[in-house]
């Protein structure tokens, strides 16, 4: 058998992912250990249905989470980083923020460390899901959401501490800034650089996944010189890096009278609000959306409820040099060790991990054996609470259920 061996790059900075790789995995606190050990179940079997002996994942455990604490005494390690770096590719269940420990959360700070810079959101319908939509097959989105900076970079003051007076007093004397007495402070930095390379990728994911549009959602109409400029850098990008491959909203009206060209994806814009609207009335006019941290939270979120919730929604953060695949979902602490919740959201986060290996046979098995598994009407409680005549199976039954119909 083949020495186990872990993923490396060639002069291309294209992934070299060796037959026999070895992956480090984060099992996550809460529901985490349910939903890993369905997930792990799930790939193991679909690239050994994909590739026989041939290719296997050698699972390589890291201690970050109420695990490395216990371990260790550490939440998230110097050294568990240094693995991430170094094996390239890495999947994860979600982590407890730890209360009062001066963190302000495992999963923010394991993204800005590694400078895990885009959030990939995938939101697409899997049929027969429930779903409130009246038409969800229409619903076929990926969302980029900016990882490392506007209000999530954590700059900020609290009410009536001397920082937050500071603050206030530099801003009114120096800025002539009009300020409510003792307000709370929290800075919205926003770059031309972190938006310029979040935009890039989303472009790159569209031209590969052959998407029509890449729509930059913002708030410029409000926040001009962080959001306003967010929607501009992205336009930018776009005509420096992608020219051949894209055209502008209004180039659409005023060069190709509305019709779009062969091979072109069109780059829009929407205000954030109006956005949250149009999803809902029309999915089909989006497809990749590119947008700011905050903002990205909030869709992700209702993005998930039209496709069967945050059970179905699997996820990806990356950089240029490493990528963690993680469910959207936290621990949700009352069902612990129930085995009851939904393990598809990591389940589906593991075939994005497969593809973005190349492992593409193993991650499409996933996803038709998931989909079968959903339609045999055998479905953990928050599917089952959807679906009329339902049978409520256990997280561990669902995971098994999508291994058989590998067969
Ligand atoms: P949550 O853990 O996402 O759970 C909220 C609700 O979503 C659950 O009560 C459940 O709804 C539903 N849900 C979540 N996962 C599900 C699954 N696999 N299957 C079916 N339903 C699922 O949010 P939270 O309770 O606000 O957060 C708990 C902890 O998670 C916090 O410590 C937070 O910091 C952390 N967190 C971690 C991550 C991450 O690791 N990436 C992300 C978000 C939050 P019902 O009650 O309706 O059944």
């Known amino acids: 058998m083949n020495k186990p061996e872990k993923i490396t ?45 041939e290719r296997k994942i050698f699972w390589h455990e890291l201690f970050v989470g109420e695990k490395g604490f216990k371990k260790d005494g550490q939440w998230l390690s110097d050294d568990a980083l240094g693995e991430i770096r170094e094996h390239m590719v890495a999947i994860k269940g979600p982590l407890t923020t730890p209360v009062g420990e001066g963190m302000r959360s495992l999963n923010v700070s394991i993204r800005q460390k590694l400078d895990l810079f885009a959030c990939i959101r995938p939101v697409k319908y899997i049929d027969p899901v429930p779903s409130p939509m009246k038409n969800p097959n229409k619903i076929d989105m990926v969302i980029f959401r900016e990882n490392t900076e506007d209000l999530y970079a954590g700059i900020e003051w609290a009410s009536g501490s001397p ?34 390379r979040l935009v890039a990728k989303a472009i790159e994911y569209a031209i590969e996944n052959k998407y029509p549009s890449v729509t930059l959602m913002h708030k410029g109409n409000i926040m001009k010189f962080t ?29 190709y009278d509305g019709r779009q060209p062969a091979g072109k994806i069109v780059i829009k814009d929407r205000i954030a609000d109006m956005l949250f609207q149009q999803v809902l009335l029309r999915p089909d006019e989006f497809g990749v959306i590119a947008t700011p941290n905050l903002n990205g939270d909030y869709i992700s979120d209702a993005l998930a409820a039209q496709v069967g919730g945050l059970g179905m929604a699997p996820g990806a953060n990356i950089s240029n040099e490493c990528a963690v695949f993680e469910a959207t979902h936290g621990t949700a602490p009352k069902y612990a060790g129930l085995d009851k919740v939904n393990p598809s959201s990591l389940i589906l986060s593991g075939a994005m991990m497969l593809d973005h290996m190349g492992w593409k046979v193993a991650a499409t098995l996933i996803r038709s054996s998931l989909q079968m598994a959903v339609k045999s009407g055998k479905v953990t409680y928050d599917l089952a609470r959807q679906i009329q005549g339902a049978t409520e199976v256990t997280c561990s039954a669902f995971g098994d259920a999508i291994v058989r119909n590998m067969g």
């Open 227 to 255: 959001e306003g400029a967010f929607r501009n850098w992205g336009y930018e990008v776009a005509i420096e890096s992608f020219r051949d491959h894209v055209i502008t909203e209004d180039e659409l009206y005023d060069t």
């Open 9 to 53: 790059k060639n002069s291309n900075g294209e992934l070299v992912v060796p037959d026999h790789v070895i992956i480090p995995f984060i099992e996550g606190d809460g529901i985490g250990p349910d939903i890993w050990h369905a997930t792990r179940t799930v790939i193991d079997g679909a690239v050994k249905t994909a590739y026989g002996e």
């Open 163 to 196: 920082e937050a007076e500071t603050v206030s007093t530099f801003l009114k004397e120096k800025m002539g800034a009009s300020l409510p007495e003792k307000a709370g402070i929290g800075i919205k930095p926003m770059s031309a650089k972190n938006t310029k």
